[in-house]
């Protein structure tokens, strides 16, 4: 553990993308590594990029990080598709288009999936975010697909979030908003080339416009398009403490609800309560409201109470 640690603090990649893998396999390591890594951190600014498929956001970063690159960044990717890679994920996409900039040794780039359990995928973001950070990236960019529960979870952790959109999107907008929409500290319209994206524009404007938050028309490869949105980006150094608040209270929120869910998981594999109540309630002995009551009994006391 100690020397993964040095290593990667010493910018070793090898290191860095095996205390990833080790991370991703095993709670106890993530537990203590984070721990133990939590003081050198702090350092990197947290973007993290949403959005529904298709709209450009994997080309917009490609371009990002040849921007930042020559500013003399160092620059983290963590691409996050909580769809299955059987379903339709499209990580190897966004791996293709960010490519020509895999090898270069100011770049570091994964790709985190898994099958089936979003919520463990956030919980992994958060620390791999911790690992780059240790690391020495100047910035890491968060790829998240669509703008549900878990693009709201990896906002509370980054620094600004930005939601990515394209011209005619107005229903989906619409649908959208109640919770990316909120969290969201940039909206850029990508395929301004496209016709309609003034309309956009003035649709977001108008709905956004309370919280002031800044839109951006972009054309992902078109580099003096990006430009502004980069520079905005750097601006956005310091967020004022209430908002900072608001968003640890989102993560700690998060978290909790996580934890209980894995203690809870566990317990019931060990205790074979569902299996024996489902067979009573089965049977009609008793009706699955007093099951519930019976199990949420044991459980409080053999793990909420310890
Ligand atoms: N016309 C136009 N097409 C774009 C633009 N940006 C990306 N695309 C195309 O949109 C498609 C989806 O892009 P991708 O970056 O994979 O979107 P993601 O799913 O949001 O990551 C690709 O075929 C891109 O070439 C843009 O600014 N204008
Ligand atoms: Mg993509």
Redesign the pocket.
């Known amino acids: 553990m100690e020397e993964i640690l040095e290593k990667i603090k010493a910018g070793n990649r090898t290191a860095l993308s095996r205390a990833i893998t080790l991370l991703e396999k095993d709670r106890d390591f993530r537990k203590e590594i984070i721990k133990r890594i939590h003081k050198c951190c702090g350092k990197a600014r947290i973007v993290c990029f949403t959005?529904?498929?298709?709209?450009?956001?994997?080309?917009?970063i490609d371009q990002i990080i040849g921007i930042l690159l020559s500013r003399g960044k160092k620059v983290g990717v963590i691409l996050v598709d909580p769809r299955s890679p059987y379903t339709g994920g499209?990580l190897l996409?966004?791996r293709i288009?960010m490519q020509r900039h895999a090898t270069n040794p100011n770049v570091f780039i994964r790709s985190l999936s898994t099958l089936g359990d979003p919520s463990g995928l956030s919980r992994i973001v958060k620390d791999v975010i911790k690992l780059m950070d240790a690391f020495g990236m100047d910035y890491i960019i968060v790829?998240t697909?669509g703008t549900g529960q878990i693009a709201v979870d990896v906002s509370h952790i980054c620094h600004t979030t930005i939601l990515?959109l394209m011209p005619n999107m107005g229903d989906d907008i619409q649908m959208m908003k109640a919770g990316i929409m909120e969290v969201a500290d940039i909206f850029v319209i990508?395929?301004?080339?496209?016709p309609g994206a003034d309309l956009t524009e003035g649709y977001l404007k108008s709905t956004v416009n309370e919280n002031n938050v800044p839109v951006v028309k972009?054309?992902?490869?078109?580099r003096a398009t990006v430009v502004p949105l980069v520079d905005l980006i750097e601006k956005y150094v310091e967020i004022p403490m209430p908002r900072k608040i608001s968003k640890m209270k989102g993560l700690l929120k998060s978290m909790v609800l996580d934890y209980i869910e894995e203690k809870t998981l566990e317990y019931l594999e060990r205790s074979k309560d569902i299996e024996n109540y489902a067979e009573k309630v089965a049977n009609e002995e008793i009706d699955y409201y007093t099951a519930l009551e019976k199990i949420y009994e044991k459980l409080t006391k053999e793990v909420l109470c310890k």
Do not use: C, F, W
């Not at 990508?190 to 496209?194: E, I, S, V």
């Not at 972009?218 to 078109?222: G, I, L, S």
């Open positions: 959005g529904p498929p298709g709209v450009g956001k994997s080309t917009l499209s996409g966004d288009r790829e697909v990515v990508n395929k301004a080339d496209l972009t054309v992902a490869y078109n």
